[in-house]
């Protein structure tokens, strides 16, 4: 199979970011088969293993959930065959963003209620405090994960030549 021939998969394996670890395997089959001129060379639901190359849970405060994937063997009539594939990615959205944008809606809300209680240093005070208070819920709470259903399908692409034996 050349460089940049499509390969497309359906997990078998759910995978989260929450649990999965850089460097664990991931089970799958060729949603489609894989064609030279029209000849079928891997059947679809032949067996593929992959790797998660990337898998980083977002943090309390800052960073994102993170999740790559790469297709490393295909199996045929039990045989496996290295394969290289381009990486799947995907990534959630940014904690950090989240935790400036509670802290300043904090700081709005305990200066609006600091100003009616207090005055102008009021104002102040419960714009600090306000802060401290949007900051603080985005501690307790823990990012986006990211999830991966099983029977999930994506798509990958070869970055070399996947050499299959004749049959």
Not at 20 to 48: M, N
Request: charged share 20%; proline share 4%.
């Amino acid at each position: 199979m050349p460089t940049g021939t499509k390969v497309i998969i359906q997990l078998v394996d759910p995978i989260n970011s929450e649990t999965s670890k850089a460097g664990s395997t991931f089970v799958a089959i060729l949603d489609e088969p894989l064609l030279i001129d029209g000849a079928e060379v891997a059947p679809r639901g032949a067996d593929i293993r992959g790797r998660i190359t990337t898998a980083n849970d977002a943090g309390r405060v800052a960073g994102a959930a993170e999740l790559g994937l790469e297709l490393t063997q295909l199996y045929i009539n039990g045989i496996p065959y290295a394969m290289s594939t381009s990486e799947y990615s995907e990534a959630g959205q940014s904690r950090t963003g989240q935790t400036v944008k509670r802290a300043g809606v904090g700081a709005g809300v305990g200066a609006i209620i600091g100003a009616i209680a207090g005055g102008g240093k009021g104002a102040a005070i419960g714009a600090g405090v306000g802060a401290g208070a949007g900051t603080a819920s985005q501690v307790l709470t823990k990012g986006e994960k990211l999830n991966i259903p099983a029977e999930t399908k994506l798509e990958f692409t070869l970055r070399s030549p996947l050499v299959i034996a004749a049959r």
